[in-house]
């Protein structure tokens, strides 16, 4: 891995609020767009990047494409400048959140991160490594989940961190929350899903 190429990505972004949106992208599609503009704009973020990850540990790699394949995808979806499309993840050789996160703010200690997720997400938090610990790293937006919501807004993380949830007139200051601190944003749903597209395809060939 060549650390320069991550210092040059990382250098700029001191002092600005930065929205980090993991996944594996296969394939990339208008439904991450659409949770990444409602957060720039509610939020209040300088830009938004999409972590594309290597594997991600809670998913099979069977029928994942190529990394390459899923970032050139991923660039063509994203269509804004302040969308910025990354394979940082396989260059810090981190795999886990916790680890992206920590490896991030030890470089950049001066800009401002926030974790964005659908509520999917959320609703099956507990299975990821250091969970806790994510929220204590970072400010959390969860972003509405058509049959994940409700469920999510119930569960276990919903529970435990009930006290620091912030309502919809602070969702502008998220970044600058000290944590925990998370807010749940009602956007409007869009249907696009990553397995159907998928099949779709499967399906043409």
Not at 63 to 73: Q, V
Not at 136 to 160: D, M, N, Q, W
Not at 174 to 193: E, G, N, Q, V, Y
């Amino acid at each position: 891995m060549s650390m320069r190429g991550v210092y040059a990505e990382l250098s700029r972004l001191s002092g600005r609020r930065i929205g980090l949106l993991g996944g594996s992208f296969n394939p990339a599609h208008d439904g991450h767009l659409h949770i990444s503009e409602a957060a720039l704009a509610q939020l209040q973020l300088d830009e938004v990047w999409w972590l594309v990850s290597p594997q991600n540990p809670l998913k099979a790699s069977k029928g994942m494409a190529s990394l390459p394949a899923r970032l050139a995808e991923a660039k063509t979806v994203a269509r804004r400048p302040d969308i910025h499309v990354t394979d940082i993840e396989a260059r810090l050789g981190t795999q886990y959140t916790i680890d992206t996160l920590s490896a991030l703010q030890r470089y950049c200690p001066r800009t401002r991160f926030v974790w964005l997720m659908g509520a999917d997400n959320l609703e099956q938090m507990p299975k990821w490594r250091a969970w806790t610990a994510i929220f204590e790293a970072a400010p959390v937006a969860v972003f509405a989940r058509s049959t994940y919501s409700l469920r999510a807004l119930t569960g276990k993380v919903a529970h435990r961190y009930g006290r620091c949830r912030v309502q919809e007139r602070g969702f502008s200051q998220l970044a600058r929350r000290k944590t925990p601190a998370w807010a749940f944003l009602h956007i409007k749903l869009h249907s696009a899903s990553a397995t159907e597209i998928r099949k779709t395809r499967q399906k043409q060939r």
